[in-house]
């Protein structure tokens, strides 16, 4: 994640340097120090730059980034384990340390996804005795909000809050949340010695305002817009870093194609936008603004392909690229449209959003398609404007896209997909294994196969189609079952995982309950 502007957020930033350091007049001396803030209040930016400045200072340092569009790999479940693997990379001692904690435990609980047993059986003691030696540790983790659902975030952030009390001392934590109740009610009931807040609002607005000038001053730079628009559109921000960024890519934005609408007439739009009270609001209006004025369509249905893009957009489990998600959606397109020629044109559209969207640009055929703020996602799916994207129905739409790519008679599913020579290598033996899966299986189908039973809970039951259910039987009954079990093993994806999701939506099915019935017997077995 990208750090603060240089010059700006000074005095947080000292803060926590002192805090770190042990003696603080601003931050009550507590080895777990909690910052909350609003989205766009610029938090992930300040543990980024006091991340770098702790690894500049030869602290032992672990950093944690959250992301909701990254919670396939970002999640609860390796949070401790990663961050005592980022400790013991850094540190011999710790390295021997964490070897031999590992080797003393059960197969079972090597391979354990509970975040408790992993902070009690390896994170802990990893750090004990750490307070006796020269060691000065500290942990960032950022965007704790982002970490998933309301129950996944719980079984992480309960070990978290009982951390507190059993941390050496010289090891400090350092978290970043927006303030969200299910985080409020656990971690703030922890005792106040050990766990000290400092929220965002609570900064001075004038050193807020000051920074964010420096930033637009910084990103107008070499545009001769007039003192009067740059101080308008600082007093537009209301203390919103996210907004002054938003607002400043989309004027000085020229890789959206969109070229015949100036930066000077950009800035007049952003200024004669409508305001409210809230950052949240104000943020949100800022985003419908943008969209607004690159897609000036006459008729609704011009917008439902794009719609239907956001849809998937939003919902993915991991991030997509531009091609990977036309390749989803074009079975979709295909029924009410010309899905060539509107593909093309979708493909135009969302060129427009590089100003809110990471990777859209055409030479960036699998760069991962990234909200620049996850408030952008939370507009998508939140806020009640023409662009709101149904979720249930949103992953009703990719379960059925994943089955149409595993289903297509061309490119889909099939007998030895990567023409290997022979089946007697094992996967790591074969000669560039990944270029094969590249050519022969793709981005598309690689998702298709691995995620096709996450969002079949996410669906709204009344949302999914009898021709969804008669594609999950047909997968689970017919010889392509065991063609995706190849391709799960090719790519080193647990196919068990997937598996184990169907239950939720078996309903009283006959097939998919004698195919539960089998797979819970076999892995008892297993």
């Not at 109740?181 to 607005?205: C, K, T, V, Y």
């Not at 936008?273 to 985003?287: F, I, R």
């Not at 249930?392 to 994943?402: V, W």
């Amino acid at each position: 994640h990208h750090g603060c502007l240089p010059g700006t957020r000074t005095a947080i930033l000292e803060a926590l340097q002192v805090w770190a350091a042990g003696a603080s007049t601003t931050v009550t001396l507590n080895p777990v120090l909690w910052l909350q803030g609003v989205a766009g209040a610029g938090k992930s930016s300040i543990a980024a730059s006091i991340a770098k400045f702790f690894e500049h200072a030869g602290v032992l340092m672990a950093y944690y980034h959250f992301e909701t569009t990254r919670q396939a790999e970002l999640n609860p479940s390796n949070l401790f384990t990663t961050i005592a693997l980022q400790l013991a990379a850094q540190d011999k001692s710790l390295e021997s340390k964490l070897q031999k904690i590992v080797e003393s435990l059960s197969s079972r609980q090597q391979k354990s996804k509970d975040p408790t047993e992993q902070l009690q059986q390896i994170l802990l003691p990893l750090l004990e005795d750490e307070g006796k030696s020269s060691h000065h540790v500290v942990i960032i983790i950022d965007a704790l909000d982002e970490s998933g659902g309301v129950a996944d975030r719980s079984k992480m952030i309960r070990p978290l809050a009982e951390l507190a009390s059993k941390l050496p001392p010289g090891v400090q934590i350092l978290l970043t949340t927006r303030p969200e109740s299910d985080i409020e009610n656990i971690l703030g009931a922890s005792s106040d010695e050990l766990r000290a807040q400092l929220f965002m609002e609570d900064l001075p607005n004038y050193a807020t305002s000051n920074d964010i000038r420096q930033y637009v001053d910084h990103m107008l730079k070499g545009h001769e817009f007039s003192a009067d628009q740059t101080h308008k559109l600082v007093e537009k921000a209301q203390l919103s870093f996210q907004w002054a960024s938003a607002a400043c890519r989309y004027i000085v934005d020229q890789d959206d194609g969109n070229q015949a609408v100036l930066p000077y007439e950009r800035i007049t739009h952003v200024l004669n936008s409508d305001t409210a009270a809230t950052s949240q609001v104000v943020l949100y209006k800022l985003y419908a603004s943008v969209m607004d004025a690159q897609f000036r369509v006459s008729r609704s249905q011009s917008l439902e392909p794009l719609k239907l893009f956001l849809a998937i957009f939003v919902a993915a489990r991991q991030p997509l690229s531009l091609n990977a998600t036309l390749e989803l959606l074009h079975i979709h397109l295909s029924l009410h449209y010309n899905a060539n020629l509107v593909t093309k044109r979708l493909a135009r559209q969302v060129g427009l959003l590089s100003s809110l969207i990471t990777g859209t640009k055409p030479t960036a055929i699998r760069t991962p398609l990234l909200p620049i703020h996850t408030s952008f996602l939370d507009f998508l799916r939140d806020s009640p404007t023409k662009y709101q994207v149904d979720v249930g129905q949103a992953h009703r739409l990719l379960t059925e896209s994943c089955l149409s790519v595993m289903f297509r008679p061309d490119r889909g599913l099939r007998f030895n997909i990567c023409n290997l020579p022979t089946s007697f290598l094992p996967n790591h033996s074969v000669p560039n294994l990944s270029g094969l899966i590249q050519s022969n299986i793709g981005d598309a189908l690689c998702y298709a196969c691995q995620f096709w039973t996450f969002h079949l809970p996410g669906a709204r039951p009344d949302a999914v189609k009898d021709v969804t259910w008669d594609g999950v039987k047909e997968l689970l009954s017919s010889i392509k079952f065991l063609y995706w079990l190849e391709v799960m093993s090719l790519t080193g994806m647990s196919p068990l995982q997937a598996l184990l999701i169907i239950p939720a939506q078996v309903g009283s099915d006959i097939v998919l309950l004698d195919f539960r019935r089998g797979t819970n017997g076999n892995l008892a077995q297993s």
